[in-house]
């Protein structure tokens, strides 16, 4: 079977750090996405990893280690906006178009 | 400009009652994608497809239908015999993966579907 674990809600204080762990336990691996969706909108893509390792984008960072079957997203200098969900969603084959697995998301809360 | 459309953005219905929701996408994306959002769950796949005539069930089929007659064009039609069908339903394509391609989906706005 296929299961994505990650918390469901986290409260952080504007301009500080938060890191939101995600682990993973599929049939397989080929990539884990990032993605952050606000209340009532569709999904916007963040990150991708698919090697070991953090992968930096201004004020978000993601990292993965597939022999823990974990990553993490973390944001940086947090800001009012960053008030929505992460879902974290892995493609479980080597095939491209495989569909994307996704937990249920992380609500984070950002307060002043 | 390229996108996905969803429409409508928000929709009524009555028990009983089919109802189609419209994707369509001017990205020349070969695969597209049905998910299903309920309040405090993750994406859940309805159907998907790899390529104009084909599709594939995904996790909670039941209850509903597809077809993708043209590449551009994935409607889902929700029947009477999904049984818990109000829920906010997001289409998705996707790129080639390729060297310099993650893959990633891209995501219509989303269509709010409430049985009354």
């Known amino acids: 079977g296929q299961n994505i674990d990650q918390p469901t809600e986290m409260t952080a204080t504007e301009g500080a750090i938060v890191q939101i762990n995600c682990t993973y336990q599929t049939s397989g691996f080929n990539g884990l996405f990032w993605y952050q969706q606000h209340a009532g909108e569709a999904p916007t893509f963040l990150s991708y990893n698919v090697l070991d390792g953090l992968e930096e984008k201004g004020r978000f960072s993601s990292f993965l280690s597939r022999s823990k079957g974990y990553s993490y997203l973390l944001l940086k200098e947090l800001q009012m906006k960053d008030s929505a969900s992460y879902l974290c969603a892995v493609r479980s084959s080597n095939s491209g178009n495989t569909p994307l697995v996704f937990g249920k998301g992380t609500r984070l809360s950002v307060i002043a | 400009d390229g996108g996905i459309t969803q429409s409508p953005k928000y929709l009524f219905r009555k028990e009983g009652q089919n109802v189609t929701l419209s994707c369509e996408q001017n990205l020349n994306h070969d695969a597209m994608y049905w998910y299903r959002q309920d309040p405090g769950q993750g994406l859940r796949l309805i159907y998907y497809?790899?390529?104009?005539?084909?599709?594939q069930k995904g996790d909670i089929a039941e209850g509903y239908s597809v077809s993708r007659e043209k590449k551009e064009s994935f409607p889902l039609t929700v029947t009477s015999a999904q049984k818990n069908p109000t829920a906010f339903y997001l289409c998705?394509?996707?790129?080639?993966?390729?060297?310099?391609?993650?893959?990633?989906?891209?995501f219509g706005e989303g269509s709010r579907l409430t049985v009354l």
């Open positions: 998705a394509s996707r790129p080639p993966t390729g060297a310099l391609t993650t893959g990633e989906l891209f």
């Open positions: 497809s790899q390529i104009v005539n084909d599709f």
